[in-house]
Nanobody, 124 residues
Framework: QVQLVESGGGLVQPGGSLRLRCAAS???????MAWYRQVPGKERELVAS???????DTADAVSDRFTISRDNAKNTAYLQMDGLKPDDTAVYYC???????????????????WGQGTQVTVSS
């Protein structure tokens, strides 16, 4: 049984930074790890993903401000968010696959493990 637990969300002023952390428990190595975000009334959207080998893919809207990374030894992924804007306000979810895929970007259906989400609010 794999569980993903997010932390690091909160309230931040525009232009500020947050670092989200996703810790996976369980005795297995994961494939892709990713961060998605969702606001009420909209579909969950990909923010960034990273393969087990460290190949990352970041959404165009945040590619100049957000950085995804992971520590395979700790089964942990991170999302460094700088230059935050009010439009970044959302619930951020961590997701992971069991299988390893060669492609950097996967459909949302490939992610079989999900965290409970952490709220990020950007407001003055």
């Amino acid at each position: 049984q794999v569980q993903l637990v997010e932390s690091g969300g909160g309230l931040v002023q525009p232009g500020g930074s947050l670092r989200l952390r996703c810790a996976a428990s369980g005795p297995i190595s994961l494939g892709h790890m990713a961060w998605y975000r969702q606001v009420p009334g909209k579909e969950r959207e990909l923010v960034a993903s990273i393969t087990s080998g460290g190949l990352s893919d970041t959404a165009d809207a945040v590619s100049d401000r957000f950085t995804i990374s992971r520590d395979n030894a700790k089964n942990t992924a991170y999302l460094q968010m700088d230059g935050l804007k009010p439009d970044d306000t959302a619930v951020y979810y961590c997701a992971a696959t069991l299988r390893r895929y060669p492609s950097s970007r996967l459909p949302i259906s490939a992610y079989v493990y999900w965290g409970q989400g952490t709220q990020v609010t950007v407001s003055s």
